[in-house]
Structures are given as C-alpha cells and as structure tokens.
C-alpha cells in the first residue's frame, strides 16, 4: 500500500466511533468552496482520488452536494454528501 493511501484509513483514537452529527447534516450553499475529507467510518461513493481535492458546491440532488471538481485537465461534477465535506473559508480581494 502507497504511504499517501494509509493517510486515508487510519483515524486517531479520539476520533473513531460514531460521527458527529453536526458534520452529517452540514449544509452547504451554492458557489461555497469545500474541500473533499474523506470519511472513513462511511461508505464513500466518489473516487479515492479526489482526496484533499477542491471545489464549488454547483446544487444539491437529494441528500447529496453536487461538487464541480477539476479532475486533471477537465472540470467534472461529483455527487458528494456532505459527511465527506468540508467547508473552506475564501479570501476576499
């Protein structure tokens, strides 16, 4: 296994168990940026690849965030929910 991958299994001891349910019901608006947190006690229905990635919240389908991601030189849409999510605050110019 690649040390990158394990980074994405292990969680520290104070984190196992049961998720918060802050983070399972986290609402997101449309153009927030969120970055892609993988979490390991779910069942993930997006690529492992898109770990630590980036990107806009373009609507929501179900209970699920659709995510404009830019997958190599192409801008893909995912369906992410939001356990899976984190929000990422923007700088202002």
Known sequence: MPEEYKMTIKKS????????LSQYFQKFKEDDMVAVTREISLKASFPERLQGRTGKVKGKRGRAYIVKIKDQKK???FLIEPSHLKKIKQLVK
Do not use: F, L
Request: positive net charge; proline residues 0%.
């Open 13 to 20: 001891i104070r984190e196992k168990g049961k998720i918060r």
């Open 75 to 77: 801008e893909k849409e």
